[in-house]
């Protein structure tokens, strides 16, 4: 077990240094967008000072070293994951962009008529929104598994609502919302026996967990570089090669295709058949930068710490009295929501605000999470690496002061 110097690695990131409305900076809201440190912000100024230019199509020694650095990130990727192939990586503009492209490509493919999609009840709208358009264009349906009143996944439920109709399962790894971590492990197993693929939104597990896809034998794999200390504009898919071959381009134009003529147009191979266009080089040499930087820690030490603030957070946050927390799943990661009954949650983000502390207040862009438990919006303070125990002590007593106030 290797020994990180978790006080030491504070310093890396220039902006829990600035002051907020007076106050030294608390940033708590990491499951949004997670801070950058300047090994990465570093890499991404040097390559566009002294590195930039286009990739994939330059003779000229400037376009063929940026391509390296851009693909090199690909290798990264696929071992951080632990992907079998550099070409189940395909890269896109982050996790939204990768869900789209599985619900319209796979789904132009293999979603039919009077076919069932099934997500959970706690999903981000980014793991629902694609789904509902596709399954409208092909007269599909949507099923929920629902969560249990602690927003655990209700198992027996799951099981009976796979059947021969599923045509894919698309379900969160950790929730944005409640920190919740799904089974999902056990679910690709039972989806499987009936030869259902499964999607893993990984958005908020990547940048906290160890994730090694082939061990999940996930189908497909979405995140997003900038929750995992890389740029924003940048994120990842990752597909088992058999179904991306099978599924057609998503988006048309220059570098995904092998040869084009007005009759007819070939396509390029894996991974680049995804990937249309000029690429935001700079954030995916971000992101492999970012990748480098948490290795450097190492996930497992990452874990360990965010799991240690986490309970202390709860801990020290249930002892306000009147907070309820929304989520208390046996398996969390990273995420506290919480709520007052007689405060609403944007008043307390404001005046946590106030004294220079960031959390997030609202809906968390999981509107049909907040209808399960009944609530409007929750105040959510979500923990990274970086944060330390005087964090939380201060978002406790920020809290405190909210409440005298109201
Ligand atoms: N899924 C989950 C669970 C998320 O937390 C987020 C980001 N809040 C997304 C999807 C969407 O990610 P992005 O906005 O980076 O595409």
């Known amino acids: 077990d290797k020994k990180v110097d978790f006080d030491l690695i504070r310093k890396d990131f220039p902006v829990l240094k600035r002051t907020v409305n007076g106050n030294l900076l ?36 400037l376009s063929q070293e940026g391509t390296d650095f851009y693909e090199s990130t690909r290798e990264k990727t696929r071992a951080f994951i632990n992907a079998k192939e550099q070409r189940e990586i395909i890269y896109t503009s982050g996790t939204t962009d990768s869900i789209n492209l599985v619900a319209s490509s796979f789904g132009k493919k293999f979603i039919g008529e009077g076919d069932e999609i099934l997500l959970s009840e706690i999903e981000h709208h980014a793991n629902i929104v694609p789904w509902q358009m596709i399954a409208k264009e092909k007269n599909a349906h949507i099923r929920v598994i629902p969560v249990d009143d602690k927003g655990e996944l209700i198992w027996d439920e799951y099981l009976d609502l796979l059947n021969e109709r599923t045509a894919i399962v698309a379900v969160g790894h950790v929730s944005n919302a409640l920190g919740s971590v799904h089974p999902v492990k056990e679910m690709i197993a039972e989806a499987h026996k009936l030869d259902i693929p499964v999607l893993v939104d990984g958005a908020q597990a990547v940048p906290h967990s160890v994730v090694d896809v082939q061990d999940l034998d996930a189908d497909f794999y979405a995140f997003s570089s900038h929750k995992m200390c890389g740029p924003t504009g940048f994120g990842i898919l990752y597909g088992k090669e058999k179904y991306l071959e099978e599924m057609p381009p998503y988006r048309g134009g220059g570098d995904m295709i092998d040869k084009v003529s007005f009759e007819e147009t070939t396509f390029n191979s894996l991974p680049h058949k995804f990937e249309a266009g000029t690429p935001p080089i700079a954030a995916g040499i971000g992101l492999g930068a970012a990748i480098d930087y948490l290795n450097g820690i190492g996930m ?20 306000i009295e009147g907070l309820k927390i929304i989520g208390t799943a046996e398996n969390k990661a990273s995420v506290i929501s919480f709520v007052f009954d007689d405060i609403h949650a944007t008043d307390i983000g404001t005046i946590l605000d106030q004294q220079g502390i960031a959390i997030r207040t609202g809906h968390h862009c999981a509107q049909p999470t907040m209808k399960r438990f009944g609530v409007p919006g929750t105040a959510r303070a979500s923990i990274s690496f970086y944060n330390n125990e005087h964090d939380i002590d201060r978002l406790v007593e920020g809290v405190k002061e909210a409440k005298k106030f109201f």
Request: no cysteine.
């Open 26 to 61: 608390v940033y708590l809201d990491n499951a949004a967008s997670s801070q950058m440190p300047e090994q990465v912000a570093d890499r991404i100024d040097y390559y566009h000072r002294h590195e930039h230019a286009n990739v994939h199509r330059g003779i000229h020694t």
């Open 300 to 319: 497992e030490s990452i874990a360990k710490r965010e799991h240690e603030l986490l309970n202390y957070a709860t801990d020290e946050l249930l002892n």
